[in-house]
């Protein structure tokens, strides 16, 4: 797959540091994502991949850097202003950015619909009409066109996390952040998932995506950055990064992974 | 025995509808009062949450029956000046508000912290995230102890008796004054409160029911 060409970047992140007390966990992140790139992160549990996302939604604050969302500073006034956004406007950056959790996260007193109406309803404004025509034209293009009326726990797993992207995407994001959202699901789940995110790749979603799947990353990826300590320590085209890694630290990651893949 | 229950009957009237009343104004006053702060407690930054977390802990922790004397003999010399009635009404409040506050935070406490971030990025504002998502699965952990709290109101009303409130009980005493008999009027004025306080343990149960039906239907 070739990269996008060039545009200025839907993200882009400058010097992100992040501290949970003594432990910095994001230790000067620099990183671009184009208009239609599905942009892969992989690394270690604890190399701040997870937390890296979570800073671009602004659901944790950071301490310096700048975070950019299409022109508009995501979590904070100015870059290293320290001066927050308000509830409202962050709420305003959030809808555009969309996000899909390891654990779902769907709202278990909603049914699916409900639960990709809701933000369409009461973000986007729309008329209950239109609000829940769309949630079913997505819950259809994920493939739970006859699972529509189901509370989350009559679900499967794959099923659940499917709602969740319908749920993120539904509100036409301009970015599509997901965290390792097939680490919870049994393997037989994965690839009804994994089809699902390769339908909105073909269609030009903007994505960045934690993920141990490697196959994933290696032939729908259109650029692969290993995270290592809180820092970017290689990253580049996946087919060429993942066959020829230059690190230790990624060969011997690599070689965990498929000992446990296999 | 019968007779002078019959007897009774007419004079414990009022003072049933004045237990009723004070019980439904402290009960309403406490929801209010305590799902703010509750509300804010579990939300809130923490030089707020800390006084609400002493006034909560100190207002379970005092006997009620010094909360309301307290109110009632203590306030005068501080320039505050309530009736019996008030009086009485703003101990018990005060009282049961440290308990709903304590449920309203553990009702929400108990709900995953998951469903706060997907509310945040599906670009919800704080207050819709407590009425589309918080709220509505917080309420079937809140109801089952807030019961409790209710009926704990009615029974704890009895104590304004000792103010000159002529509530239920009070007026039970004013029988018993009269006719000498307290067995009869004590036996009735247990059955009233019981039939009071069964009526709330049935509502509630149908309330969670409800509340039940439509996460598990």
Redesign the interface.
């Known amino acids: 797959m070739s990269p996008p060409v060039e545009a200025p970047p839907v993200l882009a992140i400058r010097g992100l540091v992040k501290r949970f007390g003594e432990t910095t966990v994001l230790d000067g992140i620099d990183l671009d994502v184009a208009r239609g790139e599905v942009l892969v992160v992989i690394g270690a549990s604890g190399s701040g991949k997870t937390t890296l996302l979570r800073c671009v ?1 602004a ?1 944790v604050p950071y301490e310096t850097g700048s975070i950019v969302l299409d022109g508009t500073e995501v979590a904070y006034t100015a870059p290293n202003s320290g001066v927050r956004r308000s ?2 406007a ?3 950056i ?6 899909v ?1 390891q ?1 779902f ?5 909603l049914t699916a619909r409900e639960n990709v109406a ?2 369409l309803r ?3 404004g729309l008329g209950k009409q239109e609000a829940r025509a769309r949630a079913e034209h997505w819950l259809t293009r994920v493939g739970l066109a006859d699972r529509m009326d189901h ?1 989350p ?1 009559q679900l499967s797993g794959g099923q659940q996390q499917r709602v969740g992207i319908a ?2 995407v539904a ?1 036409e994001p301009k970015l599509l952040l997901l965290d390792e959202i097939t680490s919870a699901l049994d393997p037989e789940l994965v690839g009804e998932v994994l089809d699902v995110v390769r339908g909105l790749a073909r269609e030009g979603m903007t994505m960045l995506m934690v993920t141990h799947e490697m196959s994933f990353a290696r032939d729908a990826g259109h650029r692969v950055v290993f995270m290592d300590a809180g820092r970017i320590a290689e990253s580049g085209n996946p087919r060429e990064v993942l066959a020829n890694p230059q690190s230790d630290r990624l060969r011997r990651f690599l070689r965990r992974i498929e000992l446990r893949t296999e | 025995m019968i007779a002078a229950m019959v007897y009774a009957l007419p004079f414990l009237w009022q003072g049933f509808v004045l237990t009723l009343a004070v019980s439904g104004l402290v009960v309403a006053g406490s929801l209010v009062i305590g799902l703010l702060l509750g509300t804010a407690l579990a939300f809130g930054p923490r030089w707020l949450g800390l006084p609400i977390r002493v006034f909560a802990d100190t207002a379970r922790a005092i006997p009620l029956i010094v909360l309301i004397f307290t109110v009632y003999y203590g306030l005068p010399a501080l320039g505050l000046s309530l009736s019996p009635f008030w009086a009485a009404v703003a101990a018990l409040t005060l009282f049961k508000t440290g308990h709903v506050i304590e449920i309203v935070r553990g009702a929400i406490g108990s709900i995953h912290p998951g469903q706060m971030e997907a509310a945040k990025t599906i670009g919800l504002t704080f207050a819709n995230r407590l009425r589309y998502v918080i709220f509505p699965q917080a309420v079937r952990r809140f109801l089952p102890p807030w019961i409790n709290a209710v009926t704990d109101s009615v029974k704890g009303s009895a104590l304004v008796s000792l103010v000159g409130v002529v509530d239920l009980m009070m007026a039970i005493q004013q029988v018993i004054g009269r006719t000498f008999e307290p067995m009869p009027l004590y036996i009735l004025g247990a059955a009233i409160y019981i039939a009071v306080n069964a009526t709330l343990s049935i509502a509630s149960r149908r309330l969670e029911a409800r509340f039940a039906a439509t996460v598990a239907a």
């Open positions: 939604n659901l509830d409202h962050l709420s305003a959030r809808a555009d950015i969309g996000m959790f654990l996260n769907l709202f278990p007193h809701l933000g009461v973000t986007r509370l726990s749920r993120a509100m």
